[in-house]
C-alpha cells in the first residue's frame, strides 16, 4: 500500500488549492478515505471522511463549506479543494486509509497560508 500526497504550497490568505493523493497496492474504489492535517504544536486532526464511491463524505465543522473531498477512481487518486484558505489552515495534510486493520498514510504535503 502506498498513498503519495502532491499539490501543497504556500498561499495567500484567500487563496486556493488543490490536493491530491495517488494511491496503489490496494484496490482503492473499496475503501473509505480520509483527509487529515497537523498543524505545529497540534494533534493531526480528521477533516473529510470520504466513501469508496465518493457518494457519502463527512466535514469537520473547521473546514466545511470550505474544503471539498473528492476521488476519481478510475485514477486511484483522492483530492481535497480548499478555498477560502486562512492562516490557521498552515499544517501538513495527509491522506490516510484502513486496510486489513492497519492505517497507513502519505508522506503529508505541507500548506502555508501566508501573506
Known amino acids: 500500500v502506498q498513498l503519495a500526497e502532491s499539490g501543497g504550497g504556500l498561499v495567500q490568505p484567500g487563496g486556493s488549492l488543490r490536493l491530491s493523493c495517488t494511491a496503489s497496492?490496494?484496490?482503492?474504489?473499496?475503501?473509505?478515505m480520509g483527509w487529515y492535517r497537523q498543524a505545529p504544536g497540534k494533534e493531526r486532526e480528521l477533516l473529510i471522511g470520504?466513501?469508496?464511491?465518493?457518494?457519502?463524505?463527512n466535514y469537520a465543522d473547521s473546514v466545511k463549506g470550505r474544503f471539498t473531498a473528492s476521488r476519481d477512481n478510475a485514477k486511484n487518486t483522492l483530492y481535497l479543494r480548499m478555498n477560502s484558505l486562512k492562516a490557521e489552515d498552515t499544517a501538513v495534510y495527509y491522506c490516510?486509509?484502513?486496510?486489513?486493520?492497519?492505517?497507513?498514510w502519505g508522506q503529508g504535503t505541507q500548506v502555508t497560508v501566508s501573506s
Open positions: 497496492g490496494f484496490t482503492f474504489s473499496s475503501y473509505f
Open positions: 470520504i466513501s469508496g464511491t465518493g457518494t457519502w463524505t
Open positions: 490516510s486509509s484502513a486496510i486489513g486493520g492497519q492505517q497507513y
